[in-house]
């Protein structure tokens, strides 16, 4: 059969259905035709419109749950096997049993074990973080005192300095304001030809610059003997800081191995202790065990068969509830959005709405609508 010859009847095909659909009103779904339609036609993305719906939320939710019920009721089912399995191999075998049960004793002595290995793993968390914190503000004190003690230091070196400066402007100040005031009056009161006039001009303004120049020379010496000590301050600071701090971490080190120690020492005086204990147990138990199991066995194990056939029972009476009301909610929520589409189809006059959102048809995107009215 030629290619021509399959396009030709899938056409005819599309077409049949779209007239079909044309003359009942119905929402269409599958496959989109590939040809231009002369009927007014609607798509959706029926993905987008089902993802969008609030009763989507539900459903994932419901099968979610569904899921966890599955997983609990297989693993249910298997403990079952298991106990009715278990049930007939210790009634075959009663030497069997008796082992398992002192295999039990020892295995609540190896809980015990491993209760006290992390209590005292855990005490030695946090007696190392304890130490950690109190390190942290031991430095924090320390940094704290070393710093008052520098800003001390240098704000008395600092004042040392500007008293030397102030002392060192008053000696300019006797040096060269008589001249400069002299100066400053004759270029005031006294008649003075141009020549006298700018040769005291530039008298004064040699003086105040040379005066100006001395003082900024001190000023930016002492200025920098400062910033010299501060430097220098702050590297033994640093450095007072950095053998404080190794000596809090070896001090702590130390003491963390002496309690790590004291720890080590502890659990194996009480493995030892449960060791010996445990011997002795299961000497003294052995034939209490025997009894007891000859009486209680088969009622224990029944009892516990019967408990996990009802829990199983209530597994799969929640499982079939929560699959109704997921059938209802998928129904409600198919039964909603045709409800939409066929308002807006109805509303906007259209002949038909194709819900398999494929690009290759000539149609009105309705989705967005939809989705207005969902939401």
Same mark, same amino acid.
């Given at each position: 059969?030629?290619?021509?010859?399959?396009?030709?009847?899938?056409?005819?095909?599309?077409?049949?259905?779209?007239?079909?659909?044309?003359?009942?009103?119905?929402?269409?779904?599958?496959?989109?035709?590939?040809?231009?339609?002369?009927?007014?036609?609607?798509?959706?993305?029926?993905?987008?419109?089902?993802?969008?719906?609030?009763?989507?939320?539900?459903?994932?939710?419901?099968?979610?749950?569904?899921?966890?019920?599955?997983?609990?009721?297989?693993?249910?089912?298997? #403990?079952? @096997? @298991?106990?009715?399995?278990?049930?007939? %191999?210790?009634?075959?075998?009663?030497?069997?049993?008796?082992?398992?049960?002192?295999?039990?004793?020892?295995?609540?002595?190896?809980? =015990?074990?491993?209760?006290?290995?992390?209590?005292?793993?855990?005490?030695?968390?946090?007696?190392?973080?304890?130490?950690?914190?109190?390190?942290?503000?031991?430095?924090?004190?320390?940094?704290?005192?070393?710093?008052?003690?520098?800003?001390?230091?240098?704000?008395?070196?600092?004042?040392?300095?500007?008293?030397?400066?102030?002392?060192?402007?008053?000696?300019?100040?006797?040096?060269?304001?008589?001249?400069?005031?002299?100066?400053?009056?004759?270029?005031?009161?006294?008649?003075?030809?141009? =020549?006298?006039?700018?040769?005291?001009?530039?008298?004064?303004?040699?003086?105040?610059? =040379?005066?100006? =120049?001395?003082?900024?020379?001190?000023?930016?010496?002492? #200025?920098?003997?400062?910033?010299?000590?501060?430097?220098?301050?702050?590297?033994?600071?640093?450095? &007072?800081?950095?053998?404080?701090?190794?000596?809090?971490?070896?001090?702590?080190?130390?003491?963390?191995?002496?309690?790590?120690?004291?720890?080590?020492?502890?659990?194996?005086?009480?493995?030892? &202790?449960?060791?010996?204990?445990?011997?002795?147990?299961?000497?003294?138990?052995?034939?209490?065990?025997?009894?007891?199991?000859?009486? @209680?066995?088969?009622?224990?194990?029944?009892?516990?068969?019967?408990?996990?056939?009802?829990?199983?029972?209530?597994?799969?009476? %929640?499982?079939?509830?929560?699959?109704?009301?997921?059938?209802?909610?998928?129904?409600?929520?198919?039964?909603?959005?045709? #409800?939409?589409?066929?308002?807006?189809?109805?509303?906007?006059?259209?002949?038909?709405?194709?819900?398999?959102?494929?690009?290759?048809?000539?149609?009105?995107?309705?989705?967005?609508?939809?989705?207005?009215?969902?939401?």
């Amino acid at each position: 059969m030629s290619r021509y010859r399959l396009t030709s009847i899938g056409v005819v095909v599309v077409l049949i259905v779209l007239l079909i659909a044309l003359f009942t009103g119905n929402v269409v779904q599958g496959e989109r035709p590939k040809i231009k339609s002369k009927s007014k036609i609607g798509i959706v993305d029926m993905d987008r419109l089902l993802d969008n719906h609030p009763l989507t939320k539900q459903i994932k939710e419901i099968d979610k749950s569904i899921a966890n019920y599955n997983l609990t009721l297989k693993n249910e089912v298997e #403990n079952l @096997n @298991n106990l009715q399995k278990d049930t007939k %191999e210790y009634l075959g075998n009663f030497n069997s049993q008796l082992n398992k049960r002192l295999e039990l004793v020892k295995d609540n002595s190896m809980k =015990e074990i491993a209760n006290r290995r992390e209590k005292l793993n855990n005490d030695l968390k946090e007696y190392y973080q304890q130490l950690k914190d109190n390190m942290n503000k031991d430095l924090m004190s320390k940094k704290e005192e070393l710093q008052s003690e520098l800003k001390d230091e240098i704000q008395a070196i600092s004042q040392k300095y500007e008293e030397k400066i102030s002392n060192y402007k008053e000696d300019l100040n006797d040096k060269y304001n008589n001249k400069i005031i002299n100066l400053k009056l004759k270029l005031k009161f006294n008649d003075l030809s141009e =020549e006298e006039r700018d040769k005291y001009k530039n008298e004064l303004k040699k003086l105040s610059v =040379e005066k100006e =120049e001395k003082l900024a020379t001190k000023e930016n010496y002492y #200025n920098q003997k400062i910033q010299d000590l501060i430097k220098k301050k702050e590297a033994e600071f640093n450095n &007072s800081m950095k053998e404080y701090q190794s000596s809090l971490q070896q001090k702590a080190e130390d003491s963390y191995a002496k309690k790590e120690e004291e720890a080590r020492r502890e659990l194996n005086k009480y493995l030892t &202790s449960v060791e010996e204990g445990l011997k002795e147990d299961l000497s003294s138990k052995e034939e209490e065990l025997r009894r007891d199991m000859e009486e @209680n066995l088969t009622t224990t194990e029944n009892r516990l068969i019967s408990k996990v056939k009802t829990k199983i029972s209530s597994l799969k009476d %929640e499982i079939e509830k929560l699959e109704n009301t997921r059938k209802e909610l998928i129904n409600n929520r198919l039964e909603s959005i045709d #409800n939409i589409i066929k308002d807006i189809a109805e509303t906007r006059k259209i002949d038909l709405v194709i819900t398999d959102y494929i690009q290759n048809v000539d149609g009105i995107d309705l989705t967005e609508n939809v989705l207005e009215d969902i939401g």
